[in-house]
């Protein structure tokens, strides 16, 4: 697996992580294509910060406040240009620094600096950089905030800002206290971490370095170089955990659809781009039977997946649980050359992952069943035949066991 791990021990802004991605590989055109979607001349630079070379990110943006209404049109309207994961993720970044503005100030809160143009760039940059290097997950290690105070828009503020740590609150990222004096770690550059963080240090393992990146602070101390780097690695297959991302999980009830129309609708969903689709018998008000349809799919596609529920089943209204975090195995499909009475065929299986070694193998149905059917036996045992000649075939070529 590859693994992004981002080392704020010096803090963390938009502009040092958009930085730190495209110096570890981030594909630098798709990048500043998508922050010329919200300011004309983004630069980048290479620079030396107290003796490291870094990418230097700025975007030449005027200051400039919204509301999160605003943000969002902004990014809206940014759609086809900049890839949907990556606008999608960008979006949860603002609606992170919203949810942590209106704590403070309340409800209806213009965005300040995070609103400006210059802060719209480097997340939509963030977001893109990331979305290229099409990492299998990524770890923060501990941050560092700075101490002391500073002055912004709503007058002087101890460090860490009230926003950022209602954001650290929020996330599971973890804070170092001795990173050193002033704000070390905007609230932009929090939400960009927490948004981004879907595995614990300590999941990692052992891990080979493939390549590393800095993106360079605008200040440049002798004290300490003001960069934050990111280091893409490949681990090695001990120690580490399920990786996790994020879906929408939509629900409804229906007790007026038959088993067809079910069955059809959750063909449907899956082909529209569902993760999963299922349907569940419930009871009902009045004791009436009925089935809870339940999808389960990416941020992005859940809005027009929710039509077609509503169009497929008849159904007046879908229930979105949005965000939900799933823990995720790799998985593979193979191809297992199998024997069964003499006849030989090559059969799909699905293989599950972690930590590089197989735990679960899975014939596909189809295959076996039009098998079962040449053959004239019991699809059941074809699939046990699959399935012990997939596991000596894949435990052969990894040298692992069998859990």
Not at 15 to 39: E, H, N, Q
Not at 168 to 192: N, Y
Not at 225 to 252: C, H, Q
Request: charged share 20%.
């Amino acid at each position: 697996m590859h693994i992004l791990v981002f080392d704020p021990f010096h803090g963390a802004a938009g502009d040092m992580i958009t930085g730190a991605l495209l110096d570890c590989g981030a594909d630098d055109k798709l990048v500043l294509s998508a922050m010329r979607s919200v300011v004309p001349d983004p630069g980048m630079t290479r620079v030396t910060r107290a003796g490291i070379q870094a990418v230097r990110i700025e975007t030449h943006a005027p200051a400039t406040h919204r509301t999160l209404a605003g943000v969002l049109e902004r990014l809206d309207a940014a759609a086809g240009i900049v890839p949907a994961e990556a606008l999608a993720m960008a979006r949860r970044v603002f609606e992170r620094i919203n949810a942590a503005e209106e704590k403070v100030h309340g409800a209806h809160v213009h965005f300040h600096e995070v609103g400006a143009d210059d802060a719209l760039a480097d997340v939509l940059g963030a977001c893109t950089a990331l979305h290229s290097l099409r990492v299998d997950g990524v770890v923060v290690l501990p941050v560092s905030v700075g101490s002391g105070t500073a002055t912004g828009s709503h007058g002087t503020f101890p460090i860490p800002a009230p926003a950022t740590t209602n954001i650290l609150v929020a996330s599971d990222l973890t804070i170092r206290p001795d990173g050193g004096t002033g704000e070390l770690c905007t609230p932009t550059g929090a939400a960009l971490l927490a948004e981004f963080s879907t595995m614990q240090p300590e999941d990692l393992g052992q891990y080979a370095i493939r390549s590393v990146g800095y993106g360079a602070g605008k200040r440049d101390p002798h004290e300490a170089p003001n960069v934050l780097r990111a280091m893409l690695v490949e681990t090695t297959g001990k120690g580490i955990a399920l990786a996790r991302d994020s879906v929408d999980v939509l629900e409804t009830n229906v007790d007026d659809v038959s088993g067809e129309v079910i069955a059809c609708a959750i063909a449907r969903f899956m082909e529209a781009g569902a993760r999963d689709a299922s349907a569940i018998p419930i009871i009902m008000k009045k004791g009436r039977p009925g089935f809870l349809l339940r999808v389960i799919c990416a941020e992005e596609s859940s809005a027009a997946l929710a039509g077609l529920m509503a169009r497929e089943l008849g159904t007046l209204g879908i229930r979105c649980i949005p965000a939900v975090h799933r823990f995720i195995a790799d998985r593979t499909i193979e191809e297992i050359d199998v024997e069964i009475n003499g006849s030989h065929r090559a059969i799909p299986v699905k293989c599950g992952w972690i930590a590089g070694e197989i735990y679960t193998l899975k014939a596909e149905f189809d295959a076996a069943r039009d098998w079962a059917q040449e053959l004239g036996m019991p699809v059941r045992d074809v699939i046990r035949i699959i399935e012990r000649a997939g596991w000596d075939s894949m435990l052969a070529k990894t040298r692992g066991g069998k859990p």
